[in-house]
């Protein structure tokens, strides 16, 4: 059975870094792009951050560049991603998810096939 779990969350102040991990199990997915989403209440899911199977290449959201960084470890299963300088308006359940798509790095939700059950992340002003 697949499973995904985020860990890292919590309650910081706005300005403060944040880690997250995603550790999978269940299988491999070093063959698989993986992602971040996240979704504050009332919003949909978007797209926050991707990696490529290698972790060669990534691919980020315009509103996190240069402050988050996804990373991947393949010999341990686990996708992480460093979060600096947060805003408020960052507050979200954040997800880590696993892509069963030919696209390197897909951004959208439905190329990928596996979710962790996320992780609270509270930017206090």
């Known amino acids: 059975q697949v499973q995904l779990v985020e860990s890292g969350g919590g309650l910081v102040q706005a300005g403060d870094s944040l880690g997250l991990s995603c550790a999978a199990s269940?299988?491999?997915?070093?063959?698989?792009?993986m992602a971040w989403f996240r979704q504050a209440p009332g919003k949909e899911r978007e797209f926050v951050a991707a990696i490529s199977r290698s972790g060669g290449s990534t691919d980020y959201a315009d509103s996190v560049k240069g402050r988050f960084t996804i990373s991947r470890d393949n010999a341990k299963s686990t996708v992480y991603l460093q979060m600096n300088s947060l805003k408020p308006e960052e507050t979200a359940v954040y997800y880590c998810a696993v892509s069963g798509s030919t696209i390197p790095m897909p951004r959208r939700r439905r190329n990928y096939d596996y979710w962790g059950q996320g992780t609270q992340v509270t930017v206090s002003s």
């Open positions: 269940g299988r491999t997915f070093s063959n698989n792009a």
